[in-house]
């Protein structure tokens, strides 16, 4: 492997990451602790919306997030070839 | 014996008895089968053991309760105690395992190419883990002595030897099988009763939509959640939807804290180790919270419920009540007529009831609440009756409250257990290894042979069992605040150097070291200031005279403040790092390296 290549898939890792890591934020720190007053105000169902962000919402995401990352970075390692 | 104490040794009898022969089956015969499975654990199976090992006694019995008390403000138990595994997936996991070797503090000495380093992390590692398996043992104790009627001591002696026997006999290779059994224990527990009770208040028999849907009792005319609003504020309650624990600072700091702790938590790190490939131990993540999730999405519906049925029971809204009505609306009920459930708490002395007024009557309220005060003048009632209502009796009482069968009730107590007895082992598992194979091999003994090794990491396993049931017997005031410190220095010392580690090619030695010390420091330092040195109580040292109150820093608590010790841990490394020489040319390749999947084989300790 060049160091280029390696470099590049770092790269394209890292950024993947920062993408997973801005929702993993949002929906935890931003929907259900920073804006949980205004979402309040709209209801999913029965819940306040930044109520259900924070005690279900966020947790469905975060399992998204583990599973996207997983198949992605598997994709990623084989485009790079450094796959197991 | 009653019907209910058959049904509790059965249920618990038949559990242990499976847990025990599993691990004789699995008996681990290398020290690879002893740390880490000898790598061979599929990630879903891995994944499941992950969850039972995670989730312990804090999870399965005090979390809904606090759910039930703290409303919305307990949020930061859910989003913290799942967010974290994001965090090991993403920035950890598969990096460690590629890494390919036993345990944490192994990494860290060998990536800072220091044996400080790595004595520095196994101290972290050790109070972390103590602290936190402390907690456990009295779980154990309290359990066993409640439900098999037998004293506090001896119900800890019970659990100590169930520990023994099979942490010991089989390590990680026997842990992990029988914490598969253990996690289908714990979540049949937790779910058959929750889906009993969602059924009976909503009609749905899926908690995480019931708690979002009508209450059954009012016809479809209000939503659960906005009828438990409306029931506690009129009580004098805070909103059960919107209550904020602290400020909202305070959460975000909780949060993070308990976030990065989840990732710095050396029993949950090293999990990642025993699945045979880099993008298993991805997946091995993903699985452990699809089964932690099932018990954490419940737990909010289980939390609410409780409340709902607990205050319902006390507290009987009138039929003509309207929305005006505040106290008024309520009738409290005759303390002869409640259930059993009520007297049978009373007597542990966790739920406790004082007739203020000698009318008989249960008046349950929030009497501090200057309105409700007020309208509890006129009808002759003096005070809030209901003087001691422990969060953590919720979960194993609210089967007995939603009145589900005997069996259902038995089950929550073999879950109960099941959750302590497998966190506990785990954490022993981390703590021996980080004796016999980072000190002793490490370290001290380089030349000890594969058997010496593991007979040593039983042995420190052994003698690790009794620190931690000696402080069992005798907490020196342990309690809510020791799982704090343990999330606090986990967050604190561990998880910033292993980031940096993969993340930051050119961090030294020296800024690893200064920033788990600083960090470590820190944390320590604001915990014991509020909780006492060592939580000898007495021995606080707040000083609001030089502005240092209670929670004196923007208002976070003690419980939150690892969030700041892993900021002052990064700092300081970056400080550090700065002023002193860049690592050698071969970590420098070593890190590359680790950054990359293939090549991962065998782990190999050394």
Not at chain 1, 36 to 60: D, H
Not at chain 2, 72 to 80: D, E, H, K, P, Q
Not at chain 2, 461 to 482: E, R, W
Request: hydrophobic share 50%.
């Amino acid at each position: 492997m060049t160091p280029e290549n390696r470099a590049a898939y770092w790269k394209a890792n890292v950024r993947l990451l920062v993408i997973l890591l801005f929702i993993w934020f949002v929906v935890s720190y931003g929907f259900g602790i920073i804006l949980v007053e205004p979402l309040n105000s709209i209801m999913l169902g029965g819940y306040p919306l930044g109520f259900w962000f924070a005690q279900q919402g966020s947790i469905y995401v975060f399992l998204v997030l583990i599973f996207v990352y997983a198949s992605s970075m598997n994709r990623l390692d084989k485009k790079y070839d450094v796959h197991e | 014996m009653s019907n209910l104490d058959i049904w509790t040794y059965a249920i618990v009898g038949t559990t242990f008895a499976l847990y025990i022969g599993i691990a004789i089956w699995a008996r681990a015969s290398t020290t690879g089968e002893f740390y880490v499975a000898g790598k061979g654990v599929h990630p879903v199976a891995n994944g499941m053991a992950t969850a039972a090992d995670w989730m312990s006694a804090a999870s399965f019995i005090s979390m809904a309760g606090m759910i039930a008390f703290e409303g919305y403000g307990a949020s930061v138990f859910l989003m913290g105690w799942t967010g974290g595994y994001v965090l090991l997936a993403l920035l950890l996991a598969p990096y460690l395992r590629k890494f390919g070797k036993f345990t944490v503090p192994e990494f860290i000495g060998d990536r800072y190419y220091s044996k400080a380093a790595r004595i520095v992390a196994v101290i972290c590692l050790i109070l972390a883990s103590i602290t936190y398996v402390i907690g456990q043992m009295k779980g154990i104790g309290v359990a066993f002595s409640r439900f098999l009627e037998t004293s506090y001591d001896l119900g800890l002696y019970i659990g100590m030897g169930i520990v023994a026997v099979y942490a010991v006999l089989g390590g990680m290779k026997g842990i992990t099988y029988t914490q598969i059994a253990q996690y289908v224990v714990l979540i049949l527990a937790y779910t058959i009763p929750a889906i009993f009770i969602s059924l009976i208040l909503t009609g749905n028999p899926v908690p995480q939509i019931g708690l979002g849907g009508h209450y059954a009792p009012s016809d479809g005319a209000m939503t659960l959640l906005g009828k438990l609003d409306q029931v506690v504020t009129e009580l004098g309650f805070k909103q059960y939807t919107t209550q904020v624990m602290g400020s909202y600072l305070n959460m975000f700091a909780y949060t993070l804290s308990l976030m990065i702790g989840t990732a710095g938590l050396p029993h949950v790190i090293i999990r990642f180790f025993t699945v045979p490939k880099v993008s298993d131990a991805r997946y091995s993540a993903g699985w452990a919270l699809v089964f932690i999730a099932i018990l954490y999405t419940t737990a909010p519906a289980v939390g609410a419920m409780a409340r709902m049925n607990f205050t319902d029971t006390l507290m009987k809204q009138k039929e003509t009540a309207t929305e005006q009505s505040g106290l008024a609306g309520f009738e409290p009920q005759p303390y002869d007529s409640l259930p059993a459930w009520f007297k049978n708490w009373q007597t542990t002395g966790l739920l406790a009831w004082e007739d203020k007024n000698h009318d008989g009557l249960v008046q349950y309220y929030d009497d501090t609440n200057p309105e409700t005060a007020a309208q509890a003048e006129p009808l002759g009632w003096k005070g809030n009756e209901m003087v001691k209502v422990d969060n953590d009796i919720m979960v194993l009482a609210n089967p007995e409250i939603a009145r589900l069968p005997a069996w259902v009730i038995a089950l929550v107590v073999a879950g109960g257990l099941a959750a302590a007895l497998s966190t506990a082992a785990g954490l022993l598992l981390a703590i021996s290894s980080a004796i016999s194979h980072d000190l002793l091999k490490g370290v001290f003994m380089p030349g000890i042979s594969e058997k010496a090794e593991l007979n040593a990491g039983r042995v420190s396993m052994i003698f690790a069992i009794l620190v931690a049931g000696y402080l069992g017997l005798h907490p020196p005031g342990f309690a809510a605040g020791t799982v704090a410190i343990a999330f606090g220095l986990a967050a604190s010392s561990i998880f910033p150097v292993l980031m940096m580690g993969i993340f930051m090619k050119k961090m030294n030695r020296a800024g690893a070291i200064a920033g788990m010390l600083s960090g470590i420091t820190v944390t320590l330092l604001y915990v014991f200031q509020h909780k006492g040195i060592f939580f000898i109580p007495g021995t606080e040292f707040l000083m609001p005279q030089w502005g240092m109150g209670e929670n004196w820093f923007f208002g976070i608590s003690p419980n939150a403040f690892g969030a700041v010790g892993a900021l002052v841990n990064f700092i300081a490394a970056f400080i550090v790092r700065a002023v002193t020489a860049a690592p050698p040319e071969h970590i420098q390749h070593l890190v590359e390296d680790v950054r990359v999947p293939r090549g991962a084989g065998e782990a190999v300790g050394h």
